[in-house]
Structures are given as structure tokens and as C-alpha cells.
């Protein structure tokens, strides 16, 4: 039976057709929807990442992926799934200008909505269509350089900036994968700045709610122990 020893809770939003619902595809069936349906609302997938370095390496998080429309009629909904996310990945499409512009829009929302402390890692999807790298079928023209995407994101303090297909599969375990790892980092480090300030204990008890993005331990759905992500 699958066990974790922490959970986290990640978003993925951008513009319609950018491949949200393909990049979360691929990273928990492997596997790619030639003709996806846009997505209605929001829908929910689940993988296991492991922490690879640090106090916590060899350890389990328990990654819930909540996938949100980018069709602009759903997001009252979306954005109502935002609250306690530690992550978000914040998607385009290479061969479009105006969803990788229309990002700072996103950023503005997850803002807005967001809890203060999210980490958001910018994604630039649908490299295989460029004619680019492993796996890469040619025949489309990159609109966004990468040098612009990744000002825009050191610019806005993002965590990062990556290059994805979901297609082809390229870069997207290193996307989910790193953002998991950072958010972890980041956790860790704020829980143990509260423990230092004397408040740490009594806040680990609510279950995730005092820290964004994650919770108690947990073992094969029961609840083991209190330690924070
Ligand atoms: N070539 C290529 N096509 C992709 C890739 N990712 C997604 N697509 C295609 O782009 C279209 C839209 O993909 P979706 O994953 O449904 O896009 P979405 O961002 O979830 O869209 P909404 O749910 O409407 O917000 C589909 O036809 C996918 O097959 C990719 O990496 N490469
Ligand atoms: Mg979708």
C-alpha cells in the first residue's frame, strides 16, 4: 500500500489549450491525450514525489494536483481552489504570445486569492511542436524565446522557469518535481523559524491550515503523527 509522509496541494492554471490537463496527464498515467476536452471546472490527480536531499531525503509527499479551466467562464470556481495551495504552476503554450502575455494576468489573480507565501513555477509547454529537443516533431514557430520567459519570472520573483512537453513527456516530472521539492524547502524552513519563535507545536496540529500546501503525516490515509510537511 502506498504510504507518504507528507501531503502538498499544487494548482495548475493558465490559458485554455496552453496543455494543463496533458502536462497532469503525463506526469500521473504517462501518457498523452492527442484530442484532451477542455477541462470544466476543475479536476484532481495525485502522484508521489520523493525528497531527494536535505533532512527529509527519502521521504514521501503526497502531491494533490488540482487542475483548474482556463476558460474564463469558470473562474469564479477556479480561484476558489487556490486557498491553501503551497504550489502552482503557472502554464503557456510556446507557440502562443498571448498566453504566455496573458500570464501576468494569472499571476495577478493567484495573488489576489493565492496564499502569500506561493510558490509559482512558470511552464512553458508544448516543445515538441518547435522542432526542439527529445521527442520533438517540428513544425511550429516558438512565439516566446525562453531568455523573455525567464526575465518575466525572475522579474516577478518566480521559482523558476521551465520548458515542457507533454506530449513527448520532456521536462515534466523536472517541473512538478522541482516546484514539490522547493515548497517542501520552504515549509521546513518556515516551520522551523516558528519552533525557534516558541509557536511552532500548537500551529502543527490544524492539519496544514497554518502552513500553505501541507498537513499532517499521514500513512495510507490515516493520520500517524503531527508533523508538518
Ligand atoms: N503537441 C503538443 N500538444 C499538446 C501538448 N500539451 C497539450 N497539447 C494539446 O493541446 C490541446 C489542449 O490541451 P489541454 O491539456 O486540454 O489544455 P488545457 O490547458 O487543459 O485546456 P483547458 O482545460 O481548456 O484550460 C490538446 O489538443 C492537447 O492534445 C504538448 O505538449 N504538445
Ligand atoms: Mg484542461
Known amino acids: 500500500m502506498a504510504t507518504w509522509d507528507f501531503i502538498q496541494k499544487q494548482i495548475l492554471l493558465g490559458d485554455a489549450a496552453c496543455g494543463k490537463s496533458s502536462l497532469l496527464v503525463r506526469l500521473t498515467d504517462n501518457r498523452f491525450l492527442q484530442h484532451s476536452e477542455p477541462t470544466i471546472g476543475v479536476e484532481f490527480g495525485s502522484r508521489i514525489v520523493e525528497i531527494n ?5 527519502g521521504k514521501r509527499i503526497k502531491l494533490q494536483i488540482w487542475d483548474t479551466a482556463g476558460q474564463e467562464s469558470f473562474r469564479a470556481i477556479t480561484r476558489s481552489y487556490y486557498r491553501g495551495a503551497g504550489g502552482a504552476l ?3 503554450s510556446l507557440t502562443s504570445y498571448s498566453s504566455f502575455a496573458n500570464c501576468a494576468g494569472w499571476l495577478a489573480d493567484l495573488r489576489a486569492w493565492g496564499e502569500d507565501d506561493l510558490l509559482v513555477l512558470l511552464v512553458g509547454n508544448k516543445g515538441d511542436v518547435l522542432g526542439e529537443g527529445e521527442g520533438a516533431e517540428g513544425g511550429e514557430r516558438r512565439e516566446v524565446e525562453r531568455e523573455e520567459a525567464e526575465e518575466w519570472a525572475r522579474e516577478e520573483g518566480l521559482a523558476g ?24 524547502a520552504r515549509a521546513q524552513a518556515s516551520l522551523a523559524s516558528r519552533k525557534k519563535a516558541g509557536r511552532g507545536s500548537s500551529s502543527l496540529s490544524s492539519a496544514g491550515s497554518s502552513l500553505p500546501g501541507i498537513s499532517l503525516a499521514k500513512e495510507a490515509g490515516s493520520a500517524v503523527g503531527g508533523r508538518c510537511c
Open 161 to 184: 522557469y521551465v520548458e515542457t512537453s507533454a506530449k513527448s513527456g520532456q521536462g515534466v516530472e523536472e517541473a512538478f518535481n522541482t516546484l514539490t521539492r522547493l515548497v517542501h
Open 90 to 92: 503557472l502554464v503557456f
Open 53 to 57: 536531499e536535505g533532512d527529509d531525503a
